[in-house]
């Protein structure tokens, strides 16, 4: 195995610890070296790929986020992407509560928002083909669906997922289906008059 091959191998074996041990325990209770001690590492080689076990679960959710997302084919629509999203939460539902729970939702927030910020701005570029909009302003669209989305979603986790996977997909599909177009359309007006009247 090459080093670098190795070097990933092991960031996801100590990935898969944290995440079996945040199953059974808070984040905040979990040590280096009991992680290290269930990937069969020891701490130096934790602390030369990670700076502390918050800095691993960043990784993590990014290395999943990435899988998840990175297959446009796998989210051609608004909706596949939703549901995507959904399914991962559940999936690890016991993992987010954990992280939620000992980083509180702004620091949770942030993580997952860094990761599917790219997603989001990729879906955006989509909708502007033929529209006059700088960046800047889809910068801030992805800012404002973004936080909606997420507070929705860690709202979600907060309520150990009352409502259904399909409810949540429904409603935030109704949301957000048509209002990103809407948004970038109601720009180009604007700038337009704004041209006209200046």
């Given at each position: 195995?090459k080093r670098?091959?190795?070097?990933?191998?092991?960031?996801?074996?100590?990935?898969a610890?944290?995440?079996?041990?945040?199953?059974?325990?808070n984040?905040?209770?979990i040590t280096?070296?009991?992680?290290a001690?269930?990937?069969g590492?020891n701490?130096?080689?934790f602390?030369?790929?990670?700076?502390?076990?918050y800095?691993?679960?960043?990784?993590?959710?990014?290395q999943?986020?990435?899988?998840?997302?990175?297959?446009r084919s796998?989210?051609?629509?608004?909706?596949?992407?939703?549901q995507?999203?959904?399914?991962?939460?559940?999936?690890?539902?016991?993992?987010c509560?954990?992280?939620?729970?000992?980083?509180?939702?702004?620091?949770?927030?942030?993580?997952?928002?860094?990761?599917?910020?790219?997603?989001?701005h990729?879906?955006?570029?989509?909708?502007?083909r033929?529209?006059?909009?700088?960046d800047?302003?889809?910068?801030?669209?992805?800012?404002?669906?973004?936080?909606?989305?997420s507070?929705?979603?860690i709202g979600?986790?907060?309520?150990?997922?009352?409502?259904?996977?399909?409810?949540l997909?429904?409603?935030l599909?109704?949301?957000?289906?048509g209002?990103?177009?809407?948004?970038?359309?109601?720009?180009v007006?604007?700038?337009r008059?704004t041209?006209?009247?200046?």
């Amino acid at each position: 195995m090459k080093r670098n091959e190795l070097s990933l191998h092991r960031k996801e074996q100590m990935a898969a610890s944290l995440k079996k041990l945040m199953t059974r325990k808070n984040l905040g209770r979990i040590t280096i070296q009991e992680l290290a001690d269930d990937c069969g590492i020891n701490r130096y080689t934790f602390y030369y790929h990670f700076q502390d076990i918050y800095d691993l679960l960043a990784w993590t959710f990014r290395q999943d986020f990435e899988k998840l997302f990175a297959d446009r084919s796998r989210c051609p629509t608004l909706e596949a992407w939703i549901q995507n999203l959904i399914r991962y939460l559940k999936e690890n539902a016991a993992v987010c509560k954990s992280a939620l729970s000992s980083m509180g939702g702004d620091s949770f927030r942030r993580i997952c928002v860094e990761d599917i910020s790219g997603m989001m701005h990729d879906r955006l570029r989509e909708l502007c083909r033929g529209r006059a909009v700088p960046d800047d302003y889809l910068d801030f669209l992805a800012a404002f669906y973004l936080e909606a989305v997420s507070g929705i979603m860690i709202g979600w986790i907060q309520s150990d997922m009352e409502s259904s996977e399909e409810q949540l997909t429904r409603y935030l599909l109704i949301a957000l289906e048509g209002s990103l177009e809407t948004s970038l359309d109601r720009y180009v007006r604007s700038s337009r008059m704004t041209e006209e009247t200046g």
